[in-house]
């Protein structure tokens, strides 16, 4: 099974090929770590008190508050929901403070999304699916494309278009507000020169600068037919299904590749920064 890592950043149209990817005539199924994330830190669950136990004390409305339609302690009586708006404006930015209240929250909902994201594809798995696809926005910095066969990027060339977008999409946010969300998810044009440095078939970039109808075509020629039909064809995922050892050791070569990938890239950068 093709393990497809989706990825981009906020405001690029990463959801947009989502659902393609999930729709007739592709029909995959979508691991989407960012409702994974919601799922962990519903109330009641253990990552929904270690962040009201840390963030709680100072933050007075990190909570929905309490009203007509929403009782003190929940729907549900676990707790009250959390308050995103809220959260967001402690883990997103530059400061030091907010980078360490940031590393703070993922090292409270990372741990669990990847426990629920493992049993997802073992799912999938059994199931027998040519391809599962992991949609996750921090692919890269999570280190989880070391896990996948392939990776995809959706970027935009210009960063007028994204701000814009995302400006439209989301009005309540301010400006600082939507620059700070941007940049917590990284440069998408560096993500996308790190997907095409995994090589042919291993990586691949769909850019969303023009209309729905251009991503559209681009999704479906340059990526379902130029990578997965040609690199992992049908009857590749029926071996690995049938046959479980071949599985595990195609996931084994993937992520040794991988790795060689990655100090391939760190020694580039690093170069790089010499030179300056």
Known sequence: MLLIGLTGSIATGKSTVSSLLSSPPISLPIIDTDLLARKVVEPGTAGYNAIVSYFGPTTPDLLVPSGPDMPENGPTGKGRPLNRPALGRRVFGDSPEVRKDRARLNSIVHPAVRKAMALAVLKAYVKGYRAVVLDVPLLFESQLDKYCGTVLVVGVKDPKVQMERLRARDPHLSQEDAENRVRSQGDVREKAERALERGEGR??????????????????????????????????????????????????????????????????????????
């Open 203 to 276: 990586g691949c970039v769909v850019w969303n600068d023009g209309d729905k109808g251009d991503l559209e075509e681009q999704v479906r020629r340059v990526f379902w037919q130029g990578v997965v039909e040609k690199y992992s064809p049908r009857w590749w995922a029926w071996l690995l299904w049938m046959c479980p050892p071949a599985a595990v050791a195609s996931a084994l070569w993937n992520y040794w590749a991988n790795l060689r990938v990655d100090r391939r890239w760190k020694e580039k950068k690093e170069a790089e920064r010499a030179k300056l």
